[in-house]
């Protein structure tokens, strides 16, 4: 009995959690985005995998409580996948290979689940989700884990290894008892060691999100301490790390390295990775190292797009003059930040060339007749 009690506590915990976190985030929807959108389905589908995971049967009388949390758990891979890369991925979106993968998902869980009326009993459509199911929590760990060394951001930064060893293990660990021991192995240590998975997951999320409001608390009076923001942002700059870093990139130009990689970029630097972290995201505004190069590649190459001499060279010399490892990766960095094509911008600059050029002989023969 007391083991039953303490099963209906994890759950509700997990559902109370993850919901309350979703009505949150859907609040603050216009400032988030595309997260915040993401994560209301997903909350909804985590929350029916809590309520059906375990084996003491359904808590309504009538079993549609069971059902319904049945049906709509079988989506939950894909939308903890497409949340966690419009968290953790800036280049991700919901197209192409990404939403592909996600609609198979989709068809195939509501194939199982009856969503589209009675499969034929000879197909097995679970079997089928059970090798999707590990090429995306493969994806969605390397996509984690891939990024983490240039993400600037010290909390993004430190969220990916927890929520790959946390979210990805658990999924993991799922999808391998489906395969070793069948779909309907589930005893109750199992179920509840997964509820209190996702039980602490909701908790360590509610953690990073929730912050106190002191004025709330004391009724707007002010607080006779100093607080941690006016004592971080009264911290003098170091300024022998700033000219280090104006020296690498303006003069030794780093960023013309195309393998050129955090971890060599603070050996260079000479200083702490946290300081050298908290230094590009703080004051100069990049969220990632590779936008932090970008930003001066890209800079480059319009400076040798807008040379007359390299006129006729092809573009693939540019962005390897720029700093680019490839051209795709130029054309689409470059539309990103400018808005266009390389072969448009330099067509632009161009045709401005010679109206700059009248314009300056103009110029100078009003300034002879005075």
């Given at each position: ?248 990139v303006e003069i030794e130009r780093v960023f013309l390295d195309p393998e050129l990689t955090f971890a ?107």
């Open positions: 009995m007391i083991i039953a009690q303490i099963d209906v506590a994890i759950r509700a915990g997990a559902v109370v959690t993850i919901l309350l976190l979703a009505g949150l985030l859907l609040r603050q929807r216009r400032r988030i985005g595309l997260p915040a959108i993401l994560f209301a389905p997903m909350a909804v589908c985590v929350s029916g995998f809590v309520i059906g995971n375990t084996p003491l049967g359904d808590l309504s009388p009538d079993g549609e409580v069971g059902a319904v949390a049945n049906l709509v758990s079988g989506f939950t891979v894909i939308f903890l996948w497409w949340f966690c890369l419009s968290c953790f991925d800036s280049r991700c979106r919901l197209k192409g290979g990404v939403l592909a993968v996600g609609l198979a998902w989709g068809l195939i869980a509501g194939l199982d689940r009856g969503l589209f009326g009675e499969a034929p009993a000879q197909i097995e459509w679970s079997r089928l989700l059970v090798p999707l199911g590990f090429a995306i929590i493969g994806h969605l760990v390397w996509r984690l884990l891939a990024e983490r060394s240039g993400d600037l951001i010290q909390k993004r930064h430190d969220a990916r290894l927890m929520v790959a060893i946390l979210l990805g293990g658990m999924l993991f660990v799922d999808l391998s008892a489906d395969v070793l021991f069948g779909f309907s192995w589930r005893p109750l240590a199992f179920s509840m060691s997964q509820n209190g998975a996702v039980l602490a997951f909701g908790l360590w999320l509610a953690c990073e999100l929730v912050t106190v409001r002191t004025d709330l608390l004391t009724f707007g009076v002010a607080d006779k301490g100093v607080s941690l923001v006016a004592i971080q942002s009264s911290r003098a700059p170091d300024d022998g790390l700033r000219r280090r870093l104006k020296t690498l060599g970029f603070v050996a260079r630097m000479d200083a702490p990775e946290r300081a050298v972290r908290n230094l590009i995201n703080h004051e100069l505004g990049h969220d990632h190292f590779r936008s932090f190069l970008n930003h001066y590649r890209v800079a480059e190459a319009r400076r040798l797009l807008g040379q007359p001499g390299r006129a006729d060279d092809k573009l693939i010399a540019i962005a390897l003059d720029s700093g680019f490892a490839s051209l795709p990766s130029f054309n689409r960095t470059f539309r990103a930040i400018e808005g266009c094509a390389p072969s448009q911008y330099r067509a632009a600059a161009r045709q401005a060339a010679p109206a700059s050029e009248s314009a300056m002989t103009g110029s100078e023969e009003r300034k002879a007749e005075f």
